[in-house]
């Protein structure tokens, strides 16, 4: 089992957790409706994903 040699230092430890943070989550523009939505997810207001209305919409 590995044993690390020596401590590392709060300083080090963290600089290495630097890059750990989370990102706020990216949104795009509907181009059905124009509404706020998350990208590769259909549009929560209208429905569209892709230019396309699911199936179950158009009946």
């Known amino acids: 089992m590995a044993?690390?040699?020596n401590r590392m230092s709060n300083a080090?430890?963290?600089?290495k957790r630097a890059h750990h943070a989370k990102k706020p989550k990216s949104l795009s523009?509907?181009?059905n409706c124009g509404t706020?939505?998350?990208p590769h997810y259909s549009c929560q207001a209208c429905g569209t994903y892709a230019n396309r209305?699911?199936?179950a919409?158009?009946?």
């Open 36 to 38: 706020p939505r998350r």
């Open 12 to 15: 080090r430890k963290n600089s």
């Open 53 to 55: 209305t699911p199936a």
């Open 3 to 5: 044993v690390p040699r």
């Open 57 to 59: 919409q158009e009946a």
């Open 29 to 31: 523009v509907c181009s």
